[in-house]
């Protein structure tokens, strides 16, 4: 049963000043609400908790915030397998709590943009269980993937479809009669059949949630596996081994389908009925940028995580070509290109940076923490600087590294328990964030934490890197600041590269009379480059050295400048 509130359908209070197309600049925080704040000390991260660390997202400097799924769910994935998209799952509050973060939150002139979950249901979902306890002959069966088995009596799966979690795509059912049935697909954990979107009823029902949480006052949705909607007619053998390794590299049977455009094309009439610039964000793995670049033309999305941007090593030469491809495929379609770092699916970057380059986005190795943090910090002052819309992961700004030695009994990750798929180590990115220097859980609420938090984790809190001079915390701040008064910075559509050392990055930004450079030193020596300007900001305290009409870079650091614009 769905929870409702008696209000009436909200429109955006945002003041005027966030002004139009607020999103081709914006940074947008992503808040994993379990391992944010917990306000009732049961462990948990809730809607109260980050309702009542609104003030601190405000005046770090965001934008908006993207809040990963609270709906009611068995949490079989983290919330991710949904029963009730209407509704909040009790571990997180209500629907009462979701209204007064939104409404809070605007106050604030903070948006907020929920995760829709569009391409596989819970199997505890209404429909799924209805299509299971009515057998072969139900109707309902036609809004999911259910197909009979090959082999002599069915016992083999449909085809040779792989789950990214590990293992088959497909699941055998049982029959009411106790006799082996058809299978169903699934493309993460069993408990998430996928939905059929060849059927119409399954269209219809996200068009009403889209309107549900629209009508409450929300300011987009992220749209979790946007590339995975649409499979391919007759779902054909894919007639390779080790599937998971494959993504992000072809067009995929089950992925990345050029049949999700009209769905999207129809969610957007919907949005643009709506007033306050409400927008969607795809987290669509393509093959390439080019492919991403689809999903926002001006009739569909708004914009697109760019995860090959995520993915790319501390490397100059990488680095600089991604950018390249990033803004020129936006380019043609007049989409903002979107910066990430880091997620709740990837080891935080600090940590991937701290390890030699070519081990992937899940890593199980601490590395080396201090030189991981220093160029993090680089790494984050060039992400800003970027023409586009940038996306921050909780816990970032505190320079927060994955936990590695989690052991196995308090993981939770799903594909931990799988053979074959996903390293199943994004517990270590998801451990609760650190407020306070001591206290229980470290300021994250009363009653301990749901992951437990390293010894230490109190010396990267909030309270201990407030208004410390050099401190990650405040170079976001800063950073953030800077971004958003300065005229050449936020929004655009391209760099102009300026000669540079092997392994520095040199660009050039000019908008409203005013001029920007940015340089990074991705290697691990000292290097000079001309004085652009005045220094505006640095990764790490003392990481330029005026002398001689030349700057000296430290090594791993990126340098603001701002310059002339004559």
Known sequence: ???????????????????????????????????????????????????????????????????????????????????????????????????????????????????????????????????????????????????????????????????????????????????????????????????????????????????????????????????????????????????????????????????????????????????????????????????????????????????????????????????????????????????VLSNHDVTRHATRFANPPGLGTQIRTAGDRELGLRRARAATLLMLALPGSVYVYQGEELGLPDVVDLPDEVRQDPSFFRAAGQDGFRDGCRVPIPWTVDGPSYGFGGGGSWLPQPEGWGELSVQAQTGVEGSTLELYRAAFAARRSHAALGAGDSVVWLDAPDGVLAFRRESGGAGFVCTSNTTGSAVRVPVYGDVVLASVEGGVVLADGLAELSADVTVWWSVSSD
């Not at 966030?18 to 809730?46: H, K, L």
């Not at 209407?86 to 948006?111: C, K, S």
């Not at 029959?175 to 399954?202: I, K, M, R, S």
């Open 1 to 339: 049963m769905s929870q409702h509130t008696a209000d009436q359908p909200q429109t955006s209070t945002l003041a005027a000043a966030t002004g139009p197309d607020w999103w081709r600049d914006a940074v947008i925080y992503q808040v994993y609400p379990r391992s944010f704040a917990d306000s009732n000390a049961d462990g948990m991260g809730d809607l109260e908790g980050v309702r009542s660390r609104l003030p601190y997202l405000r005046d770090l400097g965001v934008d908006a915030v993207w809040l990963s799924p609270f709906y009611a769910s068995p949490q079989a994935d983290a919330g991710y397998d949904v029963a009730d998209y209407r509704a909040v799952d009790p571990m997180f509050g209500n629907l009462l709590d979701a209204d007064a973060l939104i409404r809070d939150a605007h106050a604030l002139d903070l948006r907020i943009i929920v995760d829709l979950v569009p391409n596989h249901s819970s199997d505890q979902y209404e429909w799924f269980k209805r299509a299971l306890a009515e057998g072969p002959a139900s109707p309902l069966r036609e809004r999911y993937h259910f197909r009979p088995g090959r082999g002599t009596d069915g016992e083999l799966p449909p085809n040779d479809w792989e789950s990214i979690f590990g293992g088959p795509a497909w699941t055998r059912t049982t029959n009411p009669d106790g006799t082996p049935g058809d299978w169903y697909l699934h493309l993460f954990a069993p408990e998430q059949p996928d939905f059929n979107w060849d059927h119409p009823a399954v269209g219809d029902e996200f068009r009403s949630i889209l309107r549900f949480w629209l009508d409450m006052g929300v300011d987009g949705f992220r749209i979790d596996v946007a590339h995975g909607l649409v499979k391919a007619p007759g779902l054909p053998d894919l007639g390779a081994h080790d599937q998971v390794r494959l993504l992000g590299n072809d067009v995929m049977p089950f992925f990345d389908q050029d049949g999700v455009h009209a769905i999207y094309r129809a969610w957007r009439g919907i949005l643009d009925e709506y007033a306050g610039e409400r927008i969607f964000v795809a987290e669509a793995w393509t093959p390439t940028v080019e492919r991403t670049a689809l999903y926002v033309r001006p009739d569909e999305l708004h914009q697109a995580f760019n995860f090959q941007y995520l993915s790319a090593p501390w490397q100059a030469t990488e680095l600089r070509e991604i950018i390249d491809r990033s803004l020129d495929s936006m380019r043609p379609v007049g989409a903002p290109a979107t910066w």
